[in-house]
């Protein structure tokens, strides 16, 4: 953050010497600096190419600074809540959008708090059925994108596991099935809901047991494995 660079004599230093301001503006411009040459020497590092460089989104990618990055060699992967502003605006402005927003794809969320008490920061718990519903059509459609071809400027979604309270022990049963759940999402795109796609997980999650050993979470009892389709309540 600018309020923490600005304790470093030696970064204010180096900006009083190329008269750059310590004001927000001018942090950023530093922070364009340091993204710039570190670009370089990736480049030069791999014999001249450039990959499809990846940024998660930050500061640098709100509207008033993203003039500093370019959509020919950035693609986005976009962290913040499926409502937020910089969801639209970054597909206009035409990067390509990586979907990992934390309100649907963290699955990290809903657990006991590491530091204090009360749950983690980005609770509640995401369940498979709202990983499934991560629609990014309909999240642009709702602050005004409604062009198919910026629709396009969305080419995939990933989930997120920290691992601040995940490691050997229990990441699989945090992974999966849920991460099933975002891969039919993106592969399809299904036009009907999560409760279509039940049975399928539900099997394939057995699967995926009993064939690979991949043990993750369970979603039900194993009569409803056995008994598809009529494993739920009445008014569903």
């Known amino acids: 953050s600018s ?18 301001p310590r004001t927000e503006d001018g942090f950023m411009e530093l922070w364009n600096e340091y993204q710039e040459t570190a670009l370089a020497r990736f480049k030069r590092a791999n014999g001249g190419k450039l990959k499809d460089m990846i940024l998660w989104t930050s500061h640098m990618t709100e509207p008033r600074y993203l003039k500093y990055l370019d959509p020919s060699v950035y693609t986005v992967q976009y962290w913040e809540k499926s409502d937020n ?10 990067f390509r959008v990586i979907m990992s927003n934390y309100d649907d794809l963290y699955l990290d969320c809903g657990f006991g708090a590491w530091v204090g008490e009360g749950n983690n920061w980005c609770s509640p718990y995401k369940g498979w059925q709202k990983i499934y519903m991560n ?26 596991l920290w691992t601040e309270q995940a490691g050997d022990q229990n990441a699989l049963v945090k992974i999966f099935p849920r991460t099933y ?37 369970t979603l039900k009892p194993e009569w409803c494995v056995q008994s598809q389709g009529i494993c739920k309540l009445n008014d569903l």
């Open 181 to 217: 759940a975002l891969g039919e999402r993106y592969w399809s795109d299904p036009s009907t809901g999560w409760f279509a796609a039940e049975p399928r997980l539900i099997y394939f999650t057995s699967v995926m047991e009993k064939q690979r050993g991949i043990n993750g979470n």
């Open 3 to 20: 309020g923490i660079n600005a304790e470093y004599g030696e970064i204010t230093d180096y900006m009083a010497g190329k008269g750059i």
């Open 135 to 160: 629609d990014p059509k309909k999240y642009l459609a709702a602050q005004g994108v409604t062009d198919p071809s910026l629709w396009k400027k969305i080419v995939g979604g990933e989930t997120a």
């Open 85 to 94: 502003h910089q969801l639209p605006n970054l597909v206009k402005q035409g």
